[in-house]
C-alpha cells in the first residue's frame, strides 16, 4: 500500500534536521490517517505523530512536539516527518502507518492495519 523513504541521510549530527517521506498508492491512502511510529533497541515501539485523512489535524507526543512536523500531499499521495532539532535520543528506527482509526495511533498503534519498513535514523553527539 505505500513505501517509507528517507531523504538527506540516515546519520545527523545532533541539532540537524532530516526528512522522512510516506508514499502511498491509491484512494485508499488518501483516505486513511497516517501517522510515525519508532523504536529504538531495547525499547517498545514509541508513537509520534498522526495526520488525518484530511490533512487537517494532527496529534503530537510531548516527545516531539516543537521539532517535528508532519504534513501531507493528496495530490502526490505522500506524508512527510520534517525532524529538527534531532537529538541523540532521537536514534531509532522509524516506521510509517496507515490506518481509518485516528486514535489507533494515539493509544500505541496497536490494531493498526497498514505498516510501512522501517529507516533507521542515527544521530550522533
Known amino acids: 500500500m505505500f513505501s517509507c523513504r528517507r531523504r538527506g541521510g540516515g546519520l545527523v549530527q545532533a541539532g540537524g534536521s532530516l526528512r522522512l517521506s510516506c508514499a502511498g498508492s491509491?484512494?485508499?491512502?488518501?483516505?486513511?490517517?497516517v501517522g510515525w511510529f519508532r523504536q529504538a533497541p531495547g525499547k517498545e515501539r514509541e508513537f509520534l505523530v498522526v495526520?488525518?485523512?484530511?490533512?487537517?489535524?494532527?496529534y503530537y507526543a510531548d516527545s516531539v512536539k516543537g521539532r517535528f512536523a508532519i504534513s501531507r500531499d493528496r495530490v502526490k499521495n505522500t506524508v512527510s516527518l520534517q525532524m529538527s532539532s534531532l537529538k541523540p535520543e532521537d536514534t531509532a528506527d522509524y516506521y510509517c502507518?496507515?490506518?481509518?482509526?485516528?486514535?489507533?495511533?494515539?493509544?500505541?498503534?496497536?490494531?493498526?492495519?497498514?505498516w510501512g519498513k522501517g529507516t533507521q535514523v542515527t544521530v550522533s553527539s
Open positions: 495526520i488525518n485523512w484530511s490533512g487537517d489535524s494532527t
Open positions: 491509491g484512494r485508499t491512502f488518501n483516505s486513511y490517517a
Open positions: 502507518a496507515a490506518d481509518d482509526i485516528f486514535t489507533r495511533f494515539i493509544s500505541g498503534g496497536s490494531g493498526i492495519k497498514y
